[in-house]
């Protein structure tokens, strides 16, 4: 919690959450308002999941109600970060087949929310863009004060785009060099 790391994290919510925290009672004026925030990258392994994680993880910890989802469905890691291999996930409540409540997993030591995800084949991912995807985050947007989409890399699938259209920020990780 005292590392560079944490501190950047940290930075990092400051700017993309202040509207937000300001709403929740950090400021002393400003309206409430949900935010979605979308994690992505042009490419795997640039670090994406684990910065999605580590700043739904920092809003947690300030109080805000925040809910992490693991929107990769070709490699998702969250669940496995978090334990929850095996675990109702994101596609079954885009399918109707488990209701939000039954999905949302809290950790009691942060109170974030995850909505794991399990691999699956590419053509499922056209449930992300469909009309169960809105619901999903409006409903989100009703229950929590940030929503953390950690999603695909844009250059090797589509639905990242479509996802960050939804987000009302993006926050596009790339690595240096």
């Keep these: 919690p005292a590392g560079p790391l944490a501190e950047a994290v940290r930075g990092l919510r400051a700017r993309l959450i202040a509207p937000v925290a300001a709403a929740a009672g950090f400021a002393e004026t400003a309206a409430r308002a949900p935010l979605v925030i979308a994690v992505t990258s042009p490419g795997p392994r640039e670090g994406r999941s684990e910065t999605a994680a580590l700043l739904a993880e920092s809003c947690a910890r300030i109080g805000l109600r925040t809910a992490l989802v693991d929107a990769d469905i070709r490699a998702p ?27 949302l997993w809290t950790d009691t030591a942060t109170g974030l ?65």
Excluded: I, K, Y
């Design 77 to 103: 890691g969250q669940a496995a970060r978090f334990g929850l291999e095996g675990a109702v996930d994101l596609l079954e409540t885009l399918e109707g087949a488990a209701p939000l409540d039954e999905v």
């Design 113 to 177: 929310s995850v909505l794991p995800a399990e691999p699956a084949p590419a053509w499922r991912a056209d449930l992300l863009a469909g009309p169960a995807m809105a619901a999903l985050l409006a409903a989100l947007r009703r229950r929590f004060d940030v929503v953390v989409l950690d999603t695909p890399p844009l250059l090797t699938a589509a639905d990242g785009f479509l996802l960050a259209a939804r987000a009302d920020r993006v926050l596009l990780l790339a690595r240096d060099g």
